[in-house]
């Protein structure tokens, strides 16, 4: 069975700082993998995802993530924050063949001035 | 890119009484829709995943004769919370599955706040 661990419920860095969001995940069989935002009471919007390829995946707003198959992981990163990226966001994993989604528990993500 | 229209964006309800939420694959068909609950600052957990034409899958746990998952077209998905009692108030957001270049994909909707009373 898949799953999905997100390292921190709760990040806070100042605005301009590196953005780091750990995610680590396990699955049978390689996966595909995902990062979610999303805003108050709203949907989720897709950053990034990664499903076969190039390990470093580049998506919206500036954001990176980067496969990492011996270490079962799915960072994702920013180099510099904004105010805007504000919001809490979820890593999530479905099986190659397989529909289901398996999300993470969330990193609400704090900007400081 | 693909749309997911859902609505109402938020309901208030008496306890006892049904509530639908509808989603909708605005520009694209949807073979295969997926249910979301989402609880105060939690994560979101699956519910079901309904095919068109045919009888949704509950994920373990979730009662379908609660929560009943209609998708009759490519295009529409139904999720309806029938009996709602206030343990039911929830976020509640829908996904459809979109395939194609880059991989499988899933695109959600905007969710829907039920606030049972």
């Known amino acids: 069975a898949q799953s999905v661990t997100q390292l921190g419920s709760h990040v806070s860095v100042s605005e301009g700082a590196l953005v780091l969001l750990r995610c680590n995940y396990s699955?049978?069989?390689?996966?595909?993998l995902f990062w979610y935002v999303q805003y108050p009471n709203q949907g989720l919007q897709l950053l990034l995802k990664y499903t076969t390829g190039a390990t470093l995946v580049k998506g919206i707003n500036g954001f990176e993530a980067e496969f990492k198959k011996s270490e079962t992981s799915f960072h994702l990163t920013k180099p510099s924050a904004h105010m805007s990226d504000a919001a809490e966001y979820f890593c999530a994993v479905s099986e190659r063949g397989a529909q289901k989604l398996v999300f993470g528990q969330g990193t609400r993500l704090t900007i400081n001035p | 890119g693909a749309v997911v229209s859902q609505h109402p964006s938020r309901v208030i309800c008496k306890s006892g009484t049904s509530v639908k939420i509808e989603c909708r694959s605005l520009?694209?068909?949807?073979?295969?829709m997926f249910w979301y609950r989402q609880f105060p600052k939690k994560s979101l957990m699956l519910m079901a995943t309904s095919n068109e034409g045919s009888k949704a899958t509950y994920e373990q746990g979730v009662e379908k004769d609660k929560f009943l998952i209609n998708h009759a077209s490519l295009t529409l998905s139904t999720l309806t919370v029938t009996s709602a009692h206030p343990e039911d108030s929830s976020f509640y957001i829908c996904s459809a599955g979109t395939g194609g270049e880059g991989g499988y994909g899933y695109t959600f909707g905007s969710g829907t706040r039920l606030t049972v009373v």
């Open positions: 520009d694209f068909q949807a073979t295969t």
């Open positions: 699955s049978s069989v390689p996966p595909y």
